[in-house]
């Protein structure tokens, strides 16, 4: 019998039965319902007993495990950016390539990963040159730009920056013109708190799914024959794989304006502001542009990357390309007769209107590109709740603006 405790809740119990372990074997047991999380450190105790259908243990005291689970809650609107450095000559390098698939498949929509290459076919050798300024061997992981760690230890550092509120939310915007590969992209910063001093902006380019067929596009595997462990099937792989056997993916293809990113904020950006900013990138037409991802990030003043952004050239087509260069600042002396709540949603929000005096107000939605996506007249009289059903938007920020009159309003809208 195999039974869980956590956070003081009753006890869960399952039999396991018809399995033959010999000594110092293991075995992998899933509960059928599993530990519901909750914030905080909660202690998680593990007791086997009745083993062998014998009853009591002869030694108790090994029956017993108990470890403290801390669960790490993302932080609303937080993108962790990763920048793998490898190369296909480089024999540990099938590790960095795991681990990055690992966050990938398990942290997607928090996560935007860049593999990095170096003196290989697919080096872009400005990201390559910059990269290189924070490691001292290959693979390495760097994360927000903090100093470089082994992959290994990169779902640690993840969730260590995860739950940090970004200073500001990032959208990616597109226009994109297949025939002539000509990418244009808007990078939309909407500031949670009030901001000073060097911040920058910076754009990537990835691809998944990368082949070639010339020797330099197979992997040196360290760990083929199992010597070195297993590393995610590239023990049973030989060494070097071929380049038949190969698909690359987070491939970093361009980086715009340079590693650093780009000075081009005002001098201070108020809470509630809005900057655009825009990037140009030429498709190679040997690129699968169906499988490029659009990665943004805000690089601090300290260096570390406050936030990122990441979108399928699909997806921020959909977004829209926003006006570049443009800063909004909300206005700060507007009378307080206009609420959005529960905001963010992803449901139904409603606009709360308070001591409004037979009006007719016109509640506009508008996306950050400009483009207005839902408009209605109200008549009001008194207090009143008027619903936006946002099940039709797309994630993102909008801008509600109520105009009642010669009054006009705006706040932010976020659509999870």
Request: one cysteine or more; a negative charge; proline letters at 6%.
């Amino acid at each position: 019998d195999i039974q869980y405790v956590y956070n003081g809740g009753p006890p869960v119990i399952e039999n396991v039965s018809a399995i033959n372990l010999v000594s110092l074997a293991n075995y992998n047991h899933t509960f059928a319902t599993p530990v519901t999380l909750v914030a905080g450190s909660q202690t998680l105790t593990v007791t086997i007993s009745n083993v062998n259908g014998a009853g009591p243990d002869a030694n108790p005291a090994d029956d017993v495990k108990s470890i403290t689970v801390t669960p790490a809650n993302s932080a609303l609107g937080k993108v962790v950016f990763g920048e793998e450095a490898t190369g296909t000559w480089c024999g540990w390098c099938p590790r960095g390539s795991v681990f990055m698939d690992y966050m990938e498949a398990t942290y997607s929509s928090a996560w935007a990963g860049v593999a990095v290459h170096n003196n290989d076919p697919m080096t872009d050798p400005t990201y390559d040159a910059g990269l290189n300024t924070f490691i001292s061997g290959y693979p390495a992981l760097v994360v927000d730009r903090t100093p470089a760690i082994d992959p290994q230890a990169v779902e640690q550092s993840f969730l260590t920056r995860v739950v940090i509120p970004p200073t500001a939310f990032i959208t990616n915007g597109a226009t994109y013109n297949s025939s002539t590969g000509v990418l244009e992209v808007s990078v939309t910063t909407d500031w949670q708190v009030a901001a000073a001093g060097n911040w920058r902006l910076g754009c990537v380019i990835t691809e998944d799914g990368v082949t070639g067929t010339s020797g330099a596009y197979a992997q040196v595997n360290y760990y083929a024959g199992g010597g070195n462990g297993v590393m995610g099937g590239y023990e049973l792989l030989p060494d070097p794989v071929p380049a038949s056997q190969m698909v690359y993916d987070h491939v970093a293809r361009a980086i715009a304006p340079s590693f650093d990113g780009g000075a081009t904020f005002p001098a201070s950006m108020p809470s509630g502001s809005t900057y655009t900013e825009c990037f140009t990138f030429n498709i190679n037409p040997a690129w699968d542009d169906t499988k490029i991802h659009i990665i943004s990030f805000l690089r601090a003043p300290s260096g570390l990357v406050d936030n990122a952004g990441k979108e399928t050239i699909a997806s921020a087509v959909v977004n829209g390309l926003a006006t570049c260069g443009v800063g909004v600042t909300e206005a700060t002396n507007l009378e307080n007769n206009f609420k959005l709540f529960p905001n963010p949603t992803n449901g139904v929000t409603y606009i709360d209107i308070i001591d409004a005096n037979n009006s007719n107000v016109n509640v506009t939605i508008m996306d950050m590109s400009g483009k207005i996506v839902g408009q209605r007249d109200y008549d009001v009289n008194g207090t009143m709740q008027l619903p936006i059903a946002t099940n039709h938007l797309d994630k993102g920020i909008y801008i509600v603006t109520l105009t009642n009159g010669d009054s006009i309003q705006q706040q932010k809208l976020i659509v999870q």
